[in-house]
């Protein structure tokens, strides 16, 4: 079993930033990929971002490539998400996923262990 906690999520103004923090706890391990999801109220969750627990390989979705950046520190079994340029399109909330398999990054049926989710509001 893997744990994963959020932080970091809050009310910000478009055009602002925020960086989110996921921790991990349990079974680090058997970690293979951390990923980033989101979901806005009526849509599906869809997938913002993702990194390799080893290597360098990150992925992102479109809509927040150049704005988005994941990163890890696996010392500290914590993967972050710094968000700049935000837009009230970006409202949602915001998951951590674990899998712990090579797999595809964007498919949230992939990943084996979720976090509780933190809520990101961009409005002015």
């Known amino acids: 079993q893997v744990q994963l906690v959020e932080s970091g999520g809050g009310l910000v103004q478009p055009g602002g930033s925020l960086r989110l923090s996921c921790t991990a706890s349990g079974r680090t391990s058997t970690m293979n990929t951390m990923g980033w999801f989101r979901q806005a109220p009526g849509k599906e969750r869809e997938f913002a971002a993702a990194i390799r627990w080893s290597g360098t390989s990150t992925y992102y979705a479109d809509s927040v490539k150049g704005r988005f950046t994941i990163s890890r520190d696996n010392a500290k079994n914590t993967v972050y998400l710094q968000m700049n340029s935000l837009k009230p399109e970006d409202t949602a909330v915001y998951y951590c996923?674990?899998?712990?398999?090579?797999?595809?990054?964007?498919?949230?049926?992939?990943?084996?262990?979720w976090g509780q989710g933190t809520q990101v509001t961009v409005s002015s």
């Open positions: 996923a674990v899998s712990q398999r090579v797999t595809v990054v964007t498919i949230p049926s992939k990943y084996d262990y």
